[in-house]
Every structure is written in C-alpha cells, then in structure tokens.
C-alpha cells in the first residue's frame, strides 16, 4: 500500500539508508546518507531503526502527500516546514494526517535535510541496501513528481523525544579536519601549507559524488603516473587542474590522481552541508 505521494522534487531527492559499506572489492562503494548524523536522529525522533530507509532532500523543494496518516520528522538543513500550509518544526515529531500535503522551502543555512517517516520508505533493497547510489546507477531511481513509495510497518517503540535539539548548519566559513596523505610526498611544500593555510570555495559543480573546490593550485613535486588507487569518502583529490576535490558518500571506489589528504571521519556530516559559494578552511587533525 502507497503512503507517500511525491508532488515536487526540489533539485534532488533521494531514498537514503546507511548505505553498502564492505563492497568495494566488487567495485561498489558505501553511497548512503551524505550527513549520517542527520539522518540518524531523523529515524531515532519517529522510533524506527537508524538505518531504515528515508529521503535525502538536497537545497529544499520537497512536496508530498500522504496517503494515510504519518508520523515524519525532518532534519540536516533546516527547511521551513508546512502540513497543509500550517507551520511545523524541523528537528521534531510531526504528525501528518492522511491526504495532507507536506511542503518543504528553501533551507537558509545547509545542503541537505532528511525526512524520516516512522516504519520506514520501504523500496526493494539492492545489494543489502535501498541507498540510490547516483555514480554506479545502483538502489531506486531519483524521486520524480508522480513517484508513489510504501512505508513499512511501524516500529514497536514510540518516539521519545517530541524535538531534539542540534547545533544549527555552519552559514559562513567551515573547518574541516584533515590527515595528510597517503600521497602528500607528491605535493611541494607550498602545496601542504597551502592546503591548511587559505580557504577553498566550493564550486556548483559538486554533488553527492564530490565537491570540486576553487581555491590555491596545490602544486605537484612529482609527475609520474599513479596506478588507480583505493578511494574513501573525505579523499582530497587533487586532478590535473591542481584544484583538490572533495569526495562524499558516492565516491568512486578507485581513482588515479593523487590524494593529498583525508577529511577525517567525524568532520564529514559538516563537509556533507557545504553548498555552493560557501567557503570551507583545512586544518591538520588526528
């Protein structure tokens, strides 16, 4: 039985779960959730599992009906939120009669918001996950106006929270911590302090496979041919151009240009949120 009807999309939005870690020596790589905090405490505030399946909504847009009634919850970029034009807030449990429409704006801080609804989108799982992966083509298609989607069955647990408090998406300048390497010894001196030293601005062309970034030439000492090598998400690449690119959550699982550095883990949910003109700073981290 359909409960969610989708009436607008928004640049993009996706069906998102945690993703396929431990595939990549069959050439498939994590995808999932850009902002893995986000979109666990979406599904912690309506009771599901964290890893159940829910829409990743990128720059706002989002419109939807329901076809029964829903308990949903929103969060990542805070989009003004309405159910049939009355208000409601992000980063709690909002209740959503059958044949309301939900409609998201446009966030004014952030990238990427997610909508959980309690039971879970219930799209037939690829590979051991219903994540839209939209470099290797794999899990459900985009949303489109007109796309119809099941939720599950609900939980036993109920919510416990009605909001959640959250430290609010960065407007200005962000800080990401990065280890350098593996391939740092290619890069002059100059490049390294660059690197950590002057912000890099993220460009429009970047998605959920990598922010390519404006900023200092990052300068090679080396000009040999690397063979492909094993890529992670936060991997700064720097191609031909010398300009690094960022890779998130549908990275390719090798690439041949050097990487000069890794976002550390913990910093990626923050590097998931940068959007276009926004400026990001590096700095050395553990």
Not at 113 to 134: C, F, K, M, N, W
Request: charged share 20%.
């Amino acid at each position: 039985m359909s409960c969610v009807e989708v009436l607008a999309t928004g640049p993009l939005a996706t069906v998102q779960d945690l993703g396929r870690p431990g595939l990549a020596g069959i050439g498939v790589g994590p995808s999932g959730a850009a902002d893995g905090g986000a979109f666990r405490l979406a599904n912690r505030l309506v009771g599901n599992d964290e890893g159940a399946a829910a829409i990743e909504v990128t720059f706002g847009g989002l419109e939807v009906r329901a076809t029964r009634d829903l308990t949903v919850a929103l969060t990542g970029a805070p989009c003004p939120i309405t159910v049939d034009g009355r208000g409601a807030a992000a980063n709690s449990v909002v209740r959503v009669p059958s044949g309301a429409v939900l409609k998201l704006g446009l966030p004014d801080r952030g990238l990427r918001s997610y909508l959980a609804v309690r039971g879970g989108i219930d799209v037939e799982p690829v590979l051991g996950s219903r994540a839209t992966d939209v470099l290797a083509g794999l899990g459900p298609e985009p949303l489109a106006p007109g796309s119809v989607l099941r939720v599950g069955p609900a939980p036993q647990q109920f919510p416990r929270v009605d909001q959640a408090p959250v430290a609010v998406c960065a407007a200005d300048e962000i800080t990401l911590r990065v280890a350098f390497g593996p391939r740092h010894d290619w890069f002059t001196e100059e490049a390294l302090t660059a690197l950590v030293s002057s912000p890099y601005e993220v460009t429009a062309e970047s998605n959920r496979v990598g922010m390519r970034l404006a900023g200092p030439a990052l300068e090679r000492s080396r000009t040999d041919e690397l063979p492909s090598e094993g890529m992670v998400p936060g991997a700064l690449q720097v191609p031909p151009s010398a300009r690094p690119t960022l890779f998130l959550a549908d990275h390719p699982v090798t690439g041949g240009y050097p990487v000069i550095a890794v976002v550390v883990a913990a910093d990626l949910d923050k590097a998931a949120q940068a959007r276009p003109g926004q400026r990001i700073r590096f700095r050395r981290g553990s």
